[in-house]
């Protein structure tokens, strides 16, 4: 207990000074304030006195003096807190680092801009863009003028050539919002809501087909024509058809290269024969010739289903008889196939995958429904059933009235299962045989789940020009 004698002693004459020089605090027994105070300070700028709680009583005073002690000796200014405060919390050794960490990289990161960026190479900056998540171009785009610019730059074109195409995309119409669409991305299993401002907004489009990353649209009275790349909402409206057709018709896209920029066809086919072939190189509508008198007239085309291409080569679903009518966009020729359809399906539509013609439906018998896929025998010109859906999931349909809607044919379907009772939207991918079921399309500051009506599959493609 020395230590304890002299610190009293020393707390006595810093009492005794403090009566000479000022008040000194209120008379305690054995609890004593201490005051430090920087020296090198000039008299006329000290601040008021403030006063430290200091507990002589209890079991851990020595541990107490050292550390106040040392603390005096290191800093040469400790300033106290007011009575009954308590000190402030030391901040963990974690955050004092993760502190000079982001100092650190401010620094380097303005070092960088100056010393790097201003000097980075132009094709090395398209190569790394041209890379980057498609999802990312929504915000790429509004950086600044010359990032979205790159659009038009055909050697960003190049580089976005050389990356590996995205899985699928989705474009969507709801039937609560029919003059908008909604796209899905099935890689961040998100949807995105864009707007194209040259899409009229007094009339119906619909979603046709696609090539390319660019979509075909045609309004719902069948008169006229657009194209659009959804991404970057290049636009364009189609001439006037030299044909005047009010009835519905088949339609199908192809490209006229190995991408967007380099040209489309587009194919509309009507029920008696007629057709026509829209050429972008030539910005024109092209009448075709009679079909073969072996093709029976009128067509019952499916129109629930979409044309699938298969090089260059467009096929479209028919039945009395069932089977598959075939156009040569390069040729201009076209054959039929009957192939039968197998027994108790319907809302059947044609998929495509990897130059194989596929076949999508639901097999209803009794009260079980289930969604089967068909690979078509180029020898026999027959379905052969290669898939279905999960029996856990078909379970779900049983005793139910469900209709089904392919929104998608290209590698990744996407089918909008209803009834009165149900909303269920799946992918399935045609080359890994996976059923992946989609989250609810729900508008931005929306609650309310909307409800799919029609949509087509596109390649999301940031160069391709309508």
């Known amino acids: ?85 308590p000190p402030p919390p030391k901040k963990a050794k974690k955050e004092r680092n993760r502190g000079k960490a982001i100092a650190a990289a ?113 309004d719902i009275g069948h008169r006229s024509f657009y194209v659009c790349n959804p991404l970057t909402r290049s636009f364009k409206e189609l001439p006037a058809r030299s044909v005047k057709v009010w009835s519905r018709v088949a339609v199908g896209m192809t490209l006229t290269g190995s991408s967007g920029r380099s040209g489309y066809k587009i194919l509309w086919v009507g029920c008696e024969g007629e057709h026509e072939v829209f050429d972008s190189t030539k910005n024109s509508w092209i009448r075709g010739g009679n079909m073969p008198p072996n093709i029976k007239l009128p067509l019952a085309l499916n129109f629930r289903s979409q044309a699938v291409c298969v090089e260059g080569v467009l096929y479209l679903m028919r039945s009395e008889p069932d089977g598959l009518l075939s156009y040569d966009m390069e040729k201009g020729i076209w054959k039929q196939f009957v192939v ?72 990744l379907l996407m089918l909008s299962l209803r009834s009165k009772q149900m909303n269920r939207l799946v992918t399935y991918d045609l080359w890994s045989r996976e059923w992946v079921k989609v989250p609810g399309c729900v508008l931005p500051r929306g609650r309310k789940r909307q409800w799919i009506a029609c949509g087509t599959a596109f390649h999301p493609c940031l160069t391709a020009v309508a």
């Not at 700028?45 to 005073?61: A, D």
């Not at 900056?125 to 998540?133: G, H, K, S, T, Y």
Request: proline share 6%; with cysteine; aromatic share 10%.
């Open 340 to 411: 039968p359809v197998p027994a108790h399906l319907s809302d059947h539509t044609l998929a495509e995958c990897g130059g194989r013609i596929m076949l999508v439906g639901l097999l209803t018998k009794n009260a079980a429904t289930c969604v089967c896929i068909w690979e078509l025998q180029k020898m026999t010109l027959l379905w052969k059933e290669v898939d279905r859906m999960p029996n856990i999931w078909c379970l779900e349909f049983y005793g139910k009235h469900v209709r089904m809607t392919c929104l998608g044919n290209k590698g």
């Open 1 to 85: 207990m020395e230590g304890v004698a002299m610190l009293r002693q020393l707390i006595g004459q810093l009492q005794e000074v403090l009566e000479l020089y000022g008040s000194p605090p209120p008379a305690v027994s054995s609890n004593y304030f201490i005051q430090f105070q920087d020296q090198s300070q000039p008299t006329s700028q000290q601040q008021p006195i403030r006063w430290c709680f200091l507990n002589l009583e209890g079991s851990s005073f020595e541990d107490s003096c050292y550390n106040i002690i040392m603390t005096a000796g290191k800093s040469e200014n400790l300033k106290m807190l007011e009575p009954g405060k």
């Open 106 to 218: 401010t620094s380097s990161t303005e070092n960088m801009e100056q010393d790097i960026w201003k000097e980075f190479p132009e094709d090395l900056f398209e190569a790394v863009i041209a890379r980057l998540p498609v999802a990312t171009f929504f915000r790429f785009r509004s950086v600044c003028r010359k990032w979205n610019s790159l659009l038009t730059s055909q050697s960003f074109s190049d580089q976005c050539a050389q990356v590996k195409q995205a899985k699928s995309w989705f474009y969507t119409i709801t039937h609560e919002n029919v003059n908008t669409g909604a796209m899905y991305d099935p890689s961040s299993t998100k949807w995105h809501h864009p707007t194209v401002p040259a899409l009229p907004t007094k009339l119906i489009v619909l979603p046709m087909a696609s090539a390319g990353g660019l979509i075909c649209f045609l």
